[in-house]
């Protein structure tokens, strides 16, 4: 049987689920976990992804996400690989680190999400078979260090910057002030036990999870690009747009740093103005490591994730150059 061709449509959001390999797991300690979380940060930064929900348990991870630019299989092609070069070089580890395709299916806007996103959280639960009785399955998901439930229910501290779980409660409806409240009875009831109703909605389709009409107009979608047909709302990988202009993004950042583009080749000691430039070349440029390292003259691609690296580092040791930055990339969303 061939695979599904992938959807990869604009503003589309996407359910995600990656399992690892027999054997060692893809989440063998508490780093592994909080490394993985990392990439999503810096991947969605890069490829403009907004995060709805996350869970993350033993040998699976599962997502869901907003997609503007129709690029998900970028961005999770991009977490594959940086994580597997983390286990390859952490565990001294070869071959393939996932089984087979990640499996990805369309979610339709609306009260789909809180479903689809409750599901995810129940994955700590799901993963652990030896857990029975309604209040340790209740107990386990709640407590469960790697997931986006905490982040929904009010938790500000637990959630990373590219989440935000806004659309999951409004998809939820009724009265703002117990939205959460209901989101947490709904994540519980599907831990205990999961309702017939709600499997068939995940089982439907095998490339989207919604409505029967949603399901037609998914299925329609999905021929045409098998016959090799693009739709309006399609655009399909390798056919993106590049990112934002150079000389707009440089304008950006030396206005904020006072940086001089005539100079963009020096190292002065402790400036942050070049890594700075990298970091956005990367992320809303879309430059690959090299040609950044041809525009900053430096000696290799690995010198632009150092850069980057030391970038990331100071943003979360100082409240001010956090501002700074985010004053740049709203600057440059605007451009986008």
């Known amino acids: 049987m061939a695979r599904p061709h992938r959807l990869q449509i604009q503003d589309g959001i996407y359910f995600i689920s990656l399992q690892g390999t027999e054997g060692m797991g893809l989440f063998v300690e508490k780093s592994d976990s909080d490394h993985f979380l990392d990439l999503i940060e810096i991947t969605a930064r890069k490829h403009h992804i907004t995060l709805y929900a996350y869970a993350l348990a033993g040998n699976r991870a599962e997502l869901m996400f907003h997609s503007p630019r129709g690029n998900p299989s970028a961005f999770i092609q991009a977490l594959q690989t940086g994580y597997a070069r983390h286990l390859h070089h952490h565990y001294v580890h070869q071959g393939p680190v996932m089984k087979g395709r990640y499996k990805s299916k369309l979610v339709e806007p609306g009260d789909t999400l809180a479903t689809v996103a409750a599901w995810i959280h129940t994955l700590p639960v799901r993963e652990d078979p030896s857990l029975s009785g309604t209040e340790r399955r209740k107990n386990a998901m709640l407590k469960a260090g790697h997931t986006s439930l905490q982040a929904t229910l009010g938790d500000e501290t637990a959630a990373p910057a590219c989440l935000d779980p806004k659309p999951v409660l409004k998809a939820l409806g009724g009265r703002v002030n117990t939205r959460t409240e209901r989101f947490q009875s709904l994540c519980e009831s599907l831990a205990v036990e999961p309702d017939a109703q709600t499997l068939d909605l995940l089982k439907a389709s095998p490339i989207a999870i919604g409505a029967s009409d949603f399901l037609s107009v998914t299925r329609a979608l999905h021929e045409g690009v098998r016959k090799g047909k693009g739709g309006k709302a399609l655009r399909l ?56 390292a041809k525009q900053l003259g430096l000696t290799s691609a690995a010198a632009v994730s150092l850069q980057i690296r030391r970038l990331l580092t100071a943003r979360s040791d100082s409240p001010d150059l956090d501002k700074r930055l985010a004053r740049v990339e709203r600057a440059l969303d605007k451009l986008s």
């Open 237 to 292: 990988h390798g056919k993106t747009k590049r990112g934002i202009a150079l000389a707009k993004i440089i304008d950006a950042v030396a206005a904020e740093f006072n940086l001089d583009p005539k100079k963009l080749h020096e190292r002065p000691r402790g400036d942050l103005g070049r890594p700075a430039l990298a970091y956005f070349l990367y992320n809303h440029g879309e430059r690959t490591q090299g040609e950044i």
